[in-house]
């Protein structure tokens, strides 16, 4: 086992112009399960294929344990990777597809077995050792792909969207299934996906990233409650972060017919004369006395325990890009459609963001 530093890692595609990962800063501890989310194109895969040895790494360094690995090749660097696809080979056996890379590197043919029988009891693959890929379910075959891995006992393992190919209920137990087993073993991982869900349940550490950059880099609750700009804000959680610019006034900032109270420090610096407000779903409490913001119903979405309210500003006409607002309320309690609603937000749960660089306001 080991930890893994990006240090100052970059890639630039030969013939772009920008990089697709730009002086990437990261530290992830041994045994600790982190995970790299963002939107496609974002830089995920190429962050993972540099640690792989897989994509040349054009200034920086990467470090696994106190090694420096960025001139190694994947085979020196000790880590193994669950891709996409699997890459299954069609024509051999479950037990056969577990031990190649171990015969390869010439060990002997009863370890292999030994290590491979290992392997299929942690994931449940003992009766299907001597059958062809071909005769497997999707979840036994991306169990044969984690099996693959776990048997050379790498001191990383790096998961490219290892999900991706199953159905959304097989996602869901297998992502319970894989951080258990991840768990269990202790082994340092990387896993990229482009679902924050997945990342946030996943992730004993969650790294967000947008255009090359890293964004923010926390624990799942540390994100959801203290996102570090607008873009982690509106990225982790859904429905997403309801995200309004608004007047700065007296005494903190216009909402509706009412005024949020904001400490003068917490918006001293913002740019202008507007923030942006970002409340969660959840906290925004439809008000009784017609305070807070007025917000005509669009749609109600029942979930049956609460239920999602989406609406407009009242007295604006919504176009067809704008976002709508959403509110989570009790699903006993539900307004009409183009009824008029008032929303007063959470006060210790309001985000504060400047309007020009994105950046959060205060604590
Ligand atoms: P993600 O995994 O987050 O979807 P990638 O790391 O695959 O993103 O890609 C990041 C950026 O680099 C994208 O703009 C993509 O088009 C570009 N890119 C990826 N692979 C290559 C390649 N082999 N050659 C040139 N550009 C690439």
New binding site residues.
Partial sequence: MASVTFDQATRV????TTP??DKLDLQIEDGEFLVLV??????????L?MLAGLEEVNSGRILIGDRDVTALSPKERDVAMVFQNYALYPHMTVADNMGFALKISGVDKGEIRKRVEEAADILDLRPYLDRKPKALSGGQRQRVAMGRAIVRSPQVFLMDEPLSNLDAKLRVQTRTQIATLQRRLGTTTVY?T?DQVEAMTMGDRVAV?KD?LLQQVDTPRRMYDHPNNVFVAGFIGSPSMNLIDMDLTDGGVKFGNGVLPVDRATVQGASGNQVTVGIRPEDLVPSTDGQGLPVEVDVVEELGADAYVYGHLAGTTPSATDKPLVARVDGRSVPMKGETVHFTPKKEHVHLFDIESGLRLGE
Avoid: D, N
């Fill in positions: 595609y030969p013939g772009a697709s990962v963002g939107p496609s194109g974002c830089g995920k895969s190429t962050s294929r990229v482009h990233l090359g």
